[in-house]
């Protein structure tokens, strides 16, 4: 994936991102516009064209984030989470990185994520050799007992890769949500993620959880919520993520 800031010719100052195939590029667009529709949700980028694999998207400029703005985007996305789906999954194939994710709907949550997020990535990385024979073989027993491990929770809008670099402080004061991978889910994959690399700061959950508070034993479940990241990671950079995978599956199988 590639970013080109220019200028277009009526003075727009936009950025030109290139994906590794059109599916990312269409994903990206369709969640960019799910993002926009929630309303009360964080700003995104406006979707200025899709040509190929490669989207026109305004220029946001960069900015910095006081505890204010964390807490405001914190209820925004509670705001986001607040907004359901017809069931599990999306309209179009969205990319989690490269990585294109399934989402056929589905009216289970807990077999959607069983089948499209963990078995499908697991297999995908033992066909790689990213992870252990034991790895998967731990997948398949924690998918089995899914139901046992996480509450039954509706469907809402997820961005779907929302670490720290996708909470992006722009110029003019806010946080905007950038490079989504979007789905209905479990409003908790979303928290999850907040907290694999680095986390964000401490006001954001607390402004999360008064204005949406999450099913009780939400904070244990992250690290079972972040196997799928951690299993993407494996696929596309192998090195510790794979061990780091196969530890987490270990422990919830």
Known sequence: MSVTRLVL???TRALRKRHAAAVGAVGEAAGLAALAAAPDGPPVPAVLAVEGDSLLLSDLG???ADDVAWER???QLAAVHGCTGPGFGFAVTTCCGPTPQPNAWL???????AEQRLLHLARACRAADAVPASCLADVERLCARLRELVP???PVLLHGDLWQGN???AADGRIHLIDPACWYGWAECDLAMTRLFGG?????????VEARPPPAGWE???ELHNLYHLLNHALLFRGAYGGQAATVARRWA
């Open 62 to 64: 960069d900015g910095a």
């Open 220 to 222: 244990r479940r992250l």
């Open 107 to 113: 009216a289970d949550g807990h077999d959607f994520v």
């Open 152 to 154: 039954l929770m509706p």
């Open 200 to 208: 964000f700061p401490p006001c954001f959950y607390a402004a999360y």
């Open 9 to 11: 010719p009526d003075g």
């Open 73 to 75: 985007f914190a209820r």
């Open 167 to 169: 909470a992006h402080p």
